[in-house]
Nanobody, 122 residues
Framework: VQLQASGGGLVQAGGSLRLSCEASGSIVFVDDMGWYRQAPGKERELVAKITLSGRTNYGHFVAGRFTVSRDNAKNTVSLQMNNLEPDDTAVYYC?????????????????WGQGTLVTVSS
């Protein structure tokens, strides 16, 4: 089971980026999905989260600039980031609450992607 993130890169302040993440493997069920970020010297923080039914929750710093979405049929979550600021520079991690299949039975798994770097230049 893995989460594969893509879409990071270098962008100028005021620009946009779209991050995507796909969950794959022996997945029975995908509950909440979302994005977190960690800047150098700082703790990891919530960027955006979306429930299976589509309810969203954003970090206070988002201020309407980002939009999280998901495709339940494809087990993907995306983050559209507009009007990026230098303070948005960080490694962005996707996260998903999964129920995964084991050799015998199933179990819950809080799965993290490998992280994708977003750099915003001033």
């Amino acid at each position: 089971v893995q989460l594969q993130a893509s879409g990071g890169g270098l962008v100028q302040a005021g620009g946009s980026l779209r991050l995507s993440c796909e969950a794959s493997g022996s997945i029975v069920f995908v509950d909440d999905m979302g994005w977190y970020r960690q800047a150098p010297g700082k703790e990891r923080e919530l960027v955006a989260k979306i429930t299976l039914s589509g309810r969203t929750n954003y970090g206070h710093f988002v201020a309407g600039r980002f939009t999280v979405s998901r495709d339940n049929a494809k087990n993907t979550v995306s983050l559209q980031m507009n009007n990026l600021e230098p303070d948005d520079t960080a490694v962005y991690y996707c996260n998903a609450a999964l129920v995964i299949r084991q050799a015998v039975g199933v179990r819950q798994s809080d799965q993290w992607g490998q992280g994708t770097l977003v750099t915003v230049s001033s």
